[in-house]
């Protein structure tokens, strides 16, 4: 299966410091992902990229940055962090099959900023 | 509204017994549509799929109906077992890098 691999698994943060979340995988899919979980929301797509150096709104993006430096890697970066982020965050690779892509999740980075 | 309403959100069934659940969506362009399960502290895994192009797909106890005209889809698990609980996400797609995920199921088969 493919490999999607984040760190840190947990994270605890102040309200108004830097976090990043990391996100590798060795699928060499073009695609990436950040989606956060709540409950009672689902999955929601905060940035994703198209392959390295690319970086794309999704449709909650306020508050966060992306940064794609190479194939492999894909990071989510909350400037100033706030108790709103708190949640849990995954990142996955997308693998195109006959004109559908099939989504590939890492573990999950739980975030909590007091 | 929602572009991927899934009902229910929570589910108890007996074990051997039939679990079902069911989406429906507003984008009409979808033609992809997944089911992932996600085990307690898990990542979600896909774990069935159905194109536009087709009605209906099995694989062992899991069965996906698709219905274009009345814009919804479900997925049917029959005789459930313990390891079935989970919560479960359906979602719709238009296209690549552009998924409409429902807000999930939590199934849990009772012994």
């Known amino acids: 299966e493919a490999a999607v691999t984040q760190s840190p698994r947990n994270k605890v943060a102040v309200t108004g410091g830097k976090v990043t979340l990391s996100c590798n995988q060795t699928n060499n899919h073009n695609n990436m992902y950040w989606y956060r979980q709540d409950t009672g929301h689902g999955l929601r797509l905060i940035h994703y990229s198209y392959g390295a150096g690319s970086t794309e709104k999704g449709d909650i993006p306020d508050g966060y940055k992306a940064s794609r430096p190479s194939q492999e890697n894909f990071s989510l970066i909350l400037e100033l962090a706030t108790p709103s982020q708190t949640s849990v965050y995954f990142c996955a690779s997308g693998d195109r099959d006959r004109g559908h892509e099939r989504l590939f999740f890492g573990h999950g980075t739980k975030l909590s900023v007091l | 509204g929602e572009q991927v309403e899934q009902l229910p959100s929570i589910l108890r069934v007996q074990e051997g017994s039939s679990a079902s659940i069911n989406c429906s969506y507003e984008d009409s362009a979808s033609n992809y549509f997944p089911w992932y399960k996600q085990e307690p502290g898990e990542n979600p895994k896909l774990i069935i799929d159905?194109?536009?192009?087709?009605e209906r797909k099995q694989i062992q106890e899991l069965i996906v109906l698709l219905d274009k005209k009345a814009k919804r889809f479900s997925l049917h698990i029959t005789d459930t077992q313990p390891g079935d609980s989970a919560m479960y996400f359906c979602a719709a797609s238009p296209g690549y890098q552009n998924f409409y995920f429902g807000k999930g199921t939590s199934l849990t088969v009772i012994p």
């Open positions: 159905i194109r536009s192009n087709m």
